[in-house]
């Protein structure tokens, strides 16, 4: 008998078969000479990927001859039935679909909490099947915390070898983020919801979220911790980019997000969104190109995450805010007092420097208006002021600092107040309660 069977990745589904043959090197031709001296010999025979056997018809013809003469069984694993017609007429052609519920059993005897168990699982979709058994053993004498960052390191590194994607990692976790409480608030209680369980119980796949806001006051660093608090790869996909690679937009796009969704769950993160789908831009492509994003954003089912930022978003297109699009919208205002304390602190235990050895009320005091990449920046600047002059970081250098540094909200303070006005009825607010509105007067 002759079969072809069809399956997602060839080199597992023939693992166990007896009769399977090895590819001799890269050469197609010595390997169909090696197949057919085994079919020749009345031996079953077995190969992974044998659509990338046959350089042209002739070849497949021949062995077809020797198919016919012999009683053995010959099977072929294929990915694609990319096959001369000659061998797809007259085989048995079959479909075997593994999933990564055949992993169940090795996964469940891993000796970690359920936890980091349902995280692995979650977590090996995209690897070959013929690697994942190998690397659920290598992780096997690890802690739970390095099993997981094992996994995922291995994915980015997959991830990596599409040259349209960034794969963005940090170590910062949630405490990184000063301030920003209720946007803290919604991730950590989505953390979960991707899960069977979660859709089991109602919960519909999280689609993703906008955030909006002023320069700096950490819309990025949100979208890198975010991945770290759902233990996800974090991918970066950079439009401007694509508009570089001298091939149609629209096409590159949907490949990145076919390689995104072979991987997911995955974070992905588009910056600063506007740049490249405002309504300022011009083109039929730049068109086509937002209506299909906006119909994947809809309609996907495989757990992708989007996370977009936008520092103007008044030029955005009206139907990409359109409810169903983003699960929220979040507006991301200038640092409360509160909060700026609360950032003063992070910076300088950052840096190895104890925070109660400054008068920290009095610094966010002095920097109202400021972002938090500016008070991260008065920090850094204090300190190479205080090691050019071989002194001591102080509270008197930082203060020197803060009183020669302009923050961005005094030029961009027209920017600012556009925001705050769009962003009051439409937009929820990360910090909490605080009233969205301006800073500059009514």
């Given at each position: 008998m002759f079969k072809i069977i069809l399956c997602n990745d060839p080199v597992f589904s023939i693992r166990n078969h007896p009769g399977k043959i090895e590819w001799r090197g890269n050469a197609s031709k010595d390997t169909l000479e090696t197949l057919i001296a085994i079919i020749k010999s009345g031996k079953n025979a077995a190969i992974a990927y044998a659509e990338h056997l046959f350089n042209n018809e002739v070849e497949a013809l021949n062995l077809f001859e020797v198919i016919l003469k012999s009683e053995a069984d010959i099977t072929f694993y294929c990915k694609e039935l990319n096959l001369p017609p000659v061998l797809i007429r007259y085989a048995v052609v079959e479909s075997e679909s593994a999933t990564i519920e055949n992993f169940n059993k090795e996964v469940e005897s891993l000796p970690f909490c359920e936890e980091t168990r349902k995280n692995i699982k979650e977590n090996l979709k995209g690897f070959p099947f013929s690697r994942i058994s190998?690397?659920?053993?290598?992780?096997?004498?690890?802690?739970?915390?390095?099993?997981?960052?094992?996994?995922?390191?291995?994915?980015?590194?997959?991830?990596?070898?599409?040259?349209?994607?960034?794969?963005?990692?940090?170590?910062?976790?949630?405490?990184?983020?000063?301030?920003?409480?209720?946007?803290?608030?919604?991730?950590?209680?989505?953390?979960?919801?991707?899960?069977k369980e979660a859709r089991d119980f109602g919960i519909p796949t999280p689609k993703g979220m906008l955030m909006l806001g002023?320069?700096?006051?950490?819309?990025?660093?949100?979208?890198?911790?975010?991945?770290?608090?759902?233990?996800?790869?974090?991918?970066?996909?950079?439009?401007?980019?694509?508009?570089?690679?001298?091939?149609?937009?629209?096409?590159?796009?949907?490949?990145?997000?076919?390689?995104?969704?072979?991987?997911?769950?995955?974070?992905?993160?588009?910056?600063?969104i506007e740049k490249a789908l405002s309504q300022d831009t011009e083109g039929s492509e730049i068109r086509r190109v937002l209506g299909w994003l906006m119909t994947w954003m809809q309609e996907k089912t495989e757990p992708v995450f989007l996370v977009a930022t936008a520092n103007k978003v008044s030029v955005l297109p009206p139907e990409l805010l359109r409810k169903g699009r983003f699960d929220e919208i979040f507006f991301v205002d200038l640092p409360s007092k509160t909060e700026r304390e609360e950032i003063f602190k992070i910076h300088l235990e950052k840096r190895s420097r104890l925070p109660q050895d400054f008068d920290i009320p009095k610094l966010a005091a002095d920097t109202e208006n400021f972002s938090g990449a500016e008070i991260e920046q008065i920090v850094v600047d204090a300190l190479i002021t205080a090691y050019s002059k071989k002194l001591q970081l102080t509270q008197k250098i930082v203060e020197e600092v803060v009183r020669r540094s302009v923050p961005l909200s005094v030029t961009y303070e027209e920017n600012i107040k556009e925001l705050r006005i769009w962003s009051r009825n439409r937009a929820r607010n990360a910090s909490g309660n605080r009233r969205i509105e301006s800073l500059f007067g009514k």
């Open positions: 190998q690397i659920l053993k290598n992780i096997s004498g690890f802690d739970d915390k390095k099993a997981v960052e094992t996994i995922l390191e291995s994915k980015r590194n997959l991830l990596r070898q599409n040259e349209i994607l960034e794969v963005v990692h940090i170590d910062d976790g949630i405490d990184q983020i000063g301030g920003l409480n209720e946007l803290k608030k919604w991730i950590v209680e989505r953390k979960g919801n991707f899960s002023v320069q700096g006051c950490g819309k990025s660093l949100t979208c890198k911790v975010t991945a770290n608090i759902w233990s996800f790869p974090l991918v970066r996909l950079d439009f401007i980019n694509l508009f570089r690679k001298g091939r149609s937009v629209e096409e590159l796009l949907k490949e990145a997000i076919t390689t995104i969704e072979g991987f997911a769950p995955v974070v992905l993160w588009i910056d600063e």
